[in-house]
């Protein structure tokens, strides 16, 4: 009797940061269709072990990660290789093209991480986007004035997140910020680090979602930011979709999105871009070869029930793509700010916040009895709130009002100093 050939289920890599919330959405996706998902987080391998992992790789080391994934591969045959996060764009890319499989080229990858190469793309393509200079962090204050204006904004090349972006109206806070962001950038890396120095640019701020497929922009959502992003610093607070901006603004700002998405070189999956909107039209801030991040895709539903993890999925597998109309009820997240820097005690009033009507879950993903570390330096919420309603204002106020419902008990950290005089941070435990 011929045995039948067992067939194994397509399989997908997924590159994770230590950091992410993205994991179990991904996995439950991989679930529903059938999909063997292969994870592979930024840390050491036996940790990546002790984590149930199949492989931990050190993303900062691309030439041993691709070979790794390259080995791993040749054993397990893969459908394709997806960066949840920022880290591991570039490294999927790298290993996607060894393997030969379908990705955005290594160019695209590389100008979507880093700001300084995508402003170069943008402007050879006369796409509307802030002027910007690039400097070093070894570099005199004296030596930037020369070629900026103010008001403008200083910001990292590769950090996300709004990490290390301040304004500066003048001189006395150009030094003001360069000093956290030298403080910020040798923190992680003690040699002289790249910066931008770029205009400021006024307006609404708006983050669109879509899926490129051989260069073509599907919108899957344009997310309104109702608090002013004016500065020092840029933190994120609401997003509520579907926006309230006229027709003619958001096609307008769909088709600045697809120009750019063109002028960096992506071509396929998902992207998410940030953008602005005044009197002069759209002008692009960042577009980035990922999905939104966080657990903010938890307010996306497309056809019955699909999640935005599962069109990713169905994508990479090349499965069919189920009805890609959006669910056109109003929804929303809140990433709950970090009110002051300390150690996180407690938590009180979630239950009252979950009983605000419209709001679907309050999810509180920082630690008790660690710090919180608040922008431009930290790069982390307190947590996320969720609403569904039938407008976007009402979502809205929903969000703000089971805001409203909470308070933490933060202690401030104690500033110890070393026997050298610096500071030395304890828990105050």
């Given at each position: 009797m011929m045995q039948m050939q067992h067939l194994q289920p397509p399989a997908v890599m997924v590159l994770l940061s230590p950091r992410t919330y993205r994991l179990p959405a991904f996995t439950a996706a991989a679930e529903r269709l059938g999909v063997e998902l292969v994870q592979v987080i930024d840390t050491p391998e036996p940790l990546a072990k002790q984590w149930q992992m199949e492989l931990g790789l050190d993303f900062s080391r691309p030439d041993e990660a691709v070979a790794a994934i390259v080995a791993f591969g040749q054993k397990r045959p893969l459908r394709a290789i997806l960066a949840v996060d920022d880290s591991g764009a570039l490294l999927a890319a790298q290993a996607s093209t060894a393997l030969g499989l379908p990705h955005n080229d290594v160019g695209a990858a590389e100008a979507a991480r880093n700001k300084y190469v995508m402003r170069q793309k943008l402007a050879a393509a006369s796409v509307p986007a802030p002027r910007a200079q690039r400097f070093f962090t070894d570099q005199a204050t004296a030596d930037l004035l020369p070629h900026i204006s103010f008001p403008c904004v200083v910001k990292p090349t590769e950090l996300s997140g709004s990490r290390g972006v301040i304004r500066a109206n003048d001189v006395a806070e150009l030094e003001a910020a360069l000093v956290r962001l030298r403080r910020l950038l040798h923190g992680l890396a003690p040699a002289p680090q790249p910066f931008l120095v770029?205009?400021?640019?006024?307006?609404?701020?708006?983050?669109?979602?879509?899926?490129?497929?051989?260069?073509?922009?599907?919108?899957?959502?344009?997310?309104?930011?109702?608090d002013p992003l004016e500065g020092p610093f840029f933190e994120e607070t609401i997003y509520v979709t579907p926006s309230r901006l006229p027709a003619?603004?958001?096609?307008?700002?769909?088709?600045?999105?697809?120009?750019?998405?063109?002028?960096?070189?992506?071509r396929n999956g998902p992207i998410h871009a940030e953008l602005r909107l005044n009197e002069r039209g759209p002008w692009l801030i960042e577009v980035a070869g990922r999905s939104i991040g966080g657990l903010c895709s938890q307010t996306l539903r497309f056809g019955e029930d699909v999640s935005l993890e599962e069109l990713i999925l169905r994508q990479a597998c090349g499965l069919p793509h189920p009805n890609l109309v959006f669910d056109q009820t109003a929804s929303g997240v809140m990433m709950i700010p970090i009110p002051e820097a300390g150690l996180l005690r407690a938590v009180y009033g979630c239950d009252g916040a979950r009983a605000v009507p419209l709001i679907g879950e309050v999810t509180i993903t920082a630690k008790l009895n660690y710090p919180l570390v608040p922008l431009p330096e930290g790069d982390s919420y307190l947590g996320f709130i969720f609403a569904r309603g039938e407008t976007p204002t009402a979502v809205e106020t929903a969000l703000r009002q089971a805001h409203a419902q909470l308070r933490f008990e933060v202690d401030p950290l104690l500033v110890l100093t070393n026997k050298d005089g610096g500071p030395r941070t304890e828990d105050g435990n």
């Amino acid at each position: 009797m011929m045995q039948m050939q067992h067939l194994q289920p397509p399989a997908v890599m997924v590159l994770l940061s230590p950091r992410t919330y993205r994991l179990p959405a991904f996995t439950a996706a991989a679930e529903r269709l059938g999909v063997e998902l292969v994870q592979v987080i930024d840390t050491p391998e036996p940790l990546a072990k002790q984590w149930q992992m199949e492989l931990g790789l050190d993303f900062s080391r691309p030439d041993e990660a691709v070979a790794a994934i390259v080995a791993f591969g040749q054993k397990r045959p893969l459908r394709a290789i997806l960066a949840v996060d920022d880290s591991g764009a570039l490294l999927a890319a790298q290993a996607s093209t060894a393997l030969g499989l379908p990705h955005n080229d290594v160019g695209a990858a590389e100008a979507a991480r880093n700001k300084y190469v995508m402003r170069q793309k943008l402007a050879a393509a006369s796409v509307p986007a802030p002027r910007a200079q690039r400097f070093f962090t070894d570099q005199a204050t004296a030596d930037l004035l020369p070629h900026i204006s103010f008001p403008c904004v200083v910001k990292p090349t590769e950090l996300s997140g709004s990490r290390g972006v301040i304004r500066a109206n003048d001189v006395a806070e150009l030094e003001a910020a360069l000093v956290r962001l030298r403080r910020l950038l040798h923190g992680l890396a003690p040699a002289p680090q790249p910066f931008l120095v770029e205009e400021y640019v006024p307006g609404v701020e708006v983050a669109l979602e879509g899926m490129l497929d051989n260069g073509r922009l599907s919108l899957l959502a344009l997310f309104d930011k109702p608090d002013p992003l004016e500065g020092p610093f840029f933190e994120e607070t609401i997003y509520v979709t579907p926006s309230r901006l006229p027709a003619a603004d958001q096609a307008a700002i769909v088709d600045c999105t697809a120009q750019a998405a063109q002028a960096v070189g992506l071509r396929n999956g998902p992207i998410h871009a940030e953008l602005r909107l005044n009197e002069r039209g759209p002008w692009l801030i960042e577009v980035a070869g990922r999905s939104i991040g966080g657990l903010c895709s938890q307010t996306l539903r497309f056809g019955e029930d699909v999640s935005l993890e599962e069109l990713i999925l169905r994508q990479a597998c090349g499965l069919p793509h189920p009805n890609l109309v959006f669910d056109q009820t109003a929804s929303g997240v809140m990433m709950i700010p970090i009110p002051e820097a300390g150690l996180l005690r407690a938590v009180y009033g979630c239950d009252g916040a979950r009983a605000v009507p419209l709001i679907g879950e309050v999810t509180i993903t920082a630690k008790l009895n660690y710090p919180l570390v608040p922008l431009p330096e930290g790069d982390s919420y307190l947590g996320f709130i969720f609403a569904r309603g039938e407008t976007p204002t009402a979502v809205e106020t929903a969000l703000r009002q089971a805001h409203a419902q909470l308070r933490f008990e933060v202690d401030p950290l104690l500033v110890l100093t070393n026997k050298d005089g610096g500071p030395r941070t304890e828990d105050g435990n």
